[in-house]
């Protein structure tokens, strides 16, 4: 089949290199126009496009497909489906209408759960065990469409962020391959409509939410800290300095202690609820990820001292 192939970050990459090496001819990528990158705010190409170039696939990189020049340009590719991975633009219907097949799109949450930009962190920041990634027929409104193949991921109590992120694009990938064979087929995939009961948001990641609260309990904490490792990270105020909180573990704190207080020399840090955690990974400004051990070596951090909340300091 001719396939489009609309998708940006890294998140992307491992349904398009499927793709590539399948029997199906992908005519042309879409994604986001290069962004500015690095110390020297280099115009830098995404994921996505790097390797369409690196296959010399052509790209196309339109800011918006709402003009009728954009629309014009992208029925004129012929596909028979466009496949769509964290592409970045919400698709209108003339999009969505201009390849045989529609347009299918890989979101990596069990719908309706966490519709929206940020569901991989917004399951983890929630505690969920169970999760699932999903190719839905994509329609205008946000990650509303049928479902045409569901796979469930149960999440291991200590994964983060980047982990679930690399694991949802793998399965992902096998499930575009899998979905494509039953359109080449001629018979398609049973289009399943999504429950109208437990939708939930997946809003995008603030700033503001990164700082941690220490009047939460320890295992709230614990997932909001997986849920943004790597990154953007969670933080917290350590010693004057702005530090990323990248693993944790939860333990038994001393309610008669203050929010925020340590509870020992190694970074055990009393929370709410009675509760404690346990930093185990953190990174300082400019420098590389460190194990507690290697933090305390430059920040010693006392029994009874401080860990703030960063914004408040």
């Known amino acids: ?91 209108p219907q003339a999009i969505l209408d201009a390849p045989r097949f529609g347009c299918i799109n890989i979101h990596p949450s069990d719908l309706p759960r966490w519709r929206g930009a940020a ?67 001629d018979t398609p995939p049973l289009a399943t409509p999504q429950a109208s009961e437990g939708v939930t948001h997946a809003e995008k990641i603030s700033k503001a939410e990164r700082p941690l609260d220490w009047s939460r309990p320890a295992i709230a904490l614990q997932h909001h800290i997986r849920g943004l490792s ?24 001393a309610p008669q202690k203050a929010a925020g207080e340590a509870l020992d020399d190694n970074l055990l840090i009393n929370a709410g609820n009675g509760s404690a955690l346990r930093l185990l990974e ?3 400004p400019g420098k590389n990820r460190q194990t507690a051990a290697q933090f305390l070596q430059g920040i010693p951090v006392a029994k009874g001292s401080q860990v703030k909340n960063s914004i408040r300091g």
């Open 230 to 253: 790597p990154a953007p990270a969670a933080t917290a105020e350590i010693a004057g300095e702005t530090v990323k909180i990248l693993r944790a573990t939860v333990e038994a704190g």
């Open 1 to 91: 089949m001719r396939i489009l192939f609309m998708g940006t970050p890294d998140f992307a990459v491992p349904a398009l290199q499927a793709l590539l090496q399948s029997p199906h001819e992908v005519v042309a990528v879409y994604s986001q126009p290069p962004r500015p990158a690095g110390r020297g705010l280099k115009l830098t190409p995404s994921p996505v496009q790097k390797l369409a170039e690196q296959h010399a696939i052509p790209v196309f990189t339109p800011s918006s497909l709402k003009t009728a020049e954009a629309q014009a340009e992208f029925s004129q590719h012929q596909a028979d489906i466009a496949v769509v991975a964290a592409y970045g633009l919400l698709l």
């Open 282 to 284: 953190l990174q300082r």
């Open 119 to 185: 569901p991989i962190q917004r399951t983890l920041m929630a505690g969920d065990t169970e999760t699932a990634c999903c190719v839905m027929q994509l329609e205008l409104g946000l990650d509303t469409g049928p479902i045409l193949r569901r796979d469930a991921y149960t999440i291991p109590p200590e994964m983060d962020a980047g982990e679930l992120h690399r694991i949802m694009a793998e399965i992902g990938a096998q499930q575009v391959l899998a979905v494509l064979e039953q359109f080449a087929s």
